[in-house]
Structures are given as C-alpha cells and as structure tokens.
C-alpha cells in the first residue's frame, strides 16, 4: 500500500521569504503522479503544482516549485516570494498511474502554513 | 470557482440519522469522485462513479453509498450515522477517468452528526 507522510505539522515564513514543505511517500510502483494541494480557511482544494515520476524535470509553477527526488521517494515543495494569500494548509498526494483508474489520490497528513507580514 | 456544486454546504443530524450529499460535476466532467476529510482520518479517497458507473472503491463504509445520475450529478448517502461520521466531504470531478486528468474539486460539505 502506498502512503504519504509529511513531517511537519506546521510552519511560518516572513512576507517575501521562501519556505520549503517536506514529503516522503513509500510505494513500489515506478509510475505514477504527485501532487501539492492547497486548503486555504474556504476549504477549496486547489491544485498547487504536479509531478509526472518518469519526468526527471523538476515542475514549476511560477513561485511555486518541486524537488522531486524519485530514489529517496521525496517530493518538497518550495514556495517563493511568500505572499499573505499563500496562507493554507497544503497536502501532498500521490496517484497511481493505471489506465482507467485516475482520481484515486491518498494524500499525507498535511502542513499548516502562516505567512506573518 | 472549480464549477463543481456541492449542497448543501453544511448538515447537521443526530446519531442514527440517514442524509444525502449531491454534487454537480464541471459542465462536461464524466467522473465524480467522493473523499472524507476528518480530524482523525485527514483526507481519504471512498468512491469513483464515471458516466454512471462504479469505477473504483476507496475507504467507504458499508453505511455509506453513492450513485451517478444520467445528468451526471451525484449523491453519496450516508446512513445509520455515528459521532465518527462528521467530516468535510468534497466532490470532485475529471473530464475522463485517465490518471493524467487535473481534478476539480468543490468547496465540501461539512458534516455535523450530533
């Protein structure tokens, strides 16, 4: 079975900073996808930025970028230039790639980011 | 705005007590899937229906059943509730069923079983 664990409960960063949010995943497959989501107060889940495994590239979504380190199973998210909105709870996920069978997401235990101005 | 619906947005019942969540998926989205966020679970996969149909199965309780409508909307219906049932239940949706497709989740509804 595969899980998703993210070590730090919670964590702040200062206007403009950068911060890094930490995940370990533990699965045999060799393909399949990862995910950062953000929850902000609304409870929205929005997706943040995704991983395809077989790509060696790291992702990259304007401030928001991955280091994805398949032999290690991590995959941290750093946030730049962290603005106020940026406020959330972010959840890391994985997702087994098999034909027919998308949508099957098991996320970790989340990380509660304040952004202080 | 994902254009996923879901209502209501808040429930409250009693122990016992069956209720039924409706989600409406993005204009043209075939697959719905339902998750639970509680404080003690976090956030878990229960069910997948794609144009109508069951597709994949996750953590979902025998008290617990969904369906697909041939409007595409769904409901997941709960029964029988326990304390342990009250969560945040979202809806998402996807074109397709392909493990490349971007979800499109709703804002929940958070349910209070009392």
């Known amino acids: 079975a595969q899980t998703v664990t993210q070590s730090q409960p919670e964590m702040s960063v200062q206007e403009a900073e950068t911060v890094t949010l930490s995940c370990t995943y533990d699965t045999s497959e060799n393909n399949y996808y990862l995910f950062w989501y953000k929850q902000p107060p609304s409870r929205q889940m929005i997706l943040v930025i995704r991983q395809e495994a077989y790509k060696q590239q790291n992702a990259t979504e304007n401030r928001f970028s991955v280091n994805f380190q398949k032999a290690a199973k991590s995959f941290s998210l750093k946030i730049s230039d962290s603005q106020l909105g940026d406020t959330a709870m972010y959840f890391c996920?994985?997702?087994?790639?098999?034909?027919?069978?998308?949508?099957?997401?098991?996320f970790g235990q989340g990380t509660e980011l304040s952004v202080k101005p | 705005d994902s254009g996923v619906t879901q209502t209501p947005k808040h429930l409250i019942t009693a122990t016992g007590q069956r209720v039924t969540l409706r989600c409406s998926p993005r204009s043209g989205d075939l697959s719905v899937y339902w998750y639970q966020q509680s404080l003690d679970q976090g956030l878990q996969f229960l069910i997948q229906?794609?144009?109508?149909?069951?597709?994949a199965k996750g953590n979902i309780l025998e008290r617990f059943s969904a369906q697909q409508f041939p409007d595409l909307h769904s409901e997941l219906n709960l029964s029988s509730l326990e304390l342990g049932d009250s969560a945040l239940y979202f809806c998402?949706?996807?074109?397709?069923?392909?493990?490349?497709?971007?979800?499109?989740f709703g804002s929940g509804t958070q349910l209070s079983v009392l």
């Open positions: 998402a949706s996807s074109v397709g069923r392909m493990t490349n497709e971007k979800l499109f």
């Open positions: 229906y794609y144009n109508g149909e069951e597709r």
């Open positions: 996920a994985f997702m087994k790639q098999r034909y027919n069978q998308g949508g099957k997401l098991i």
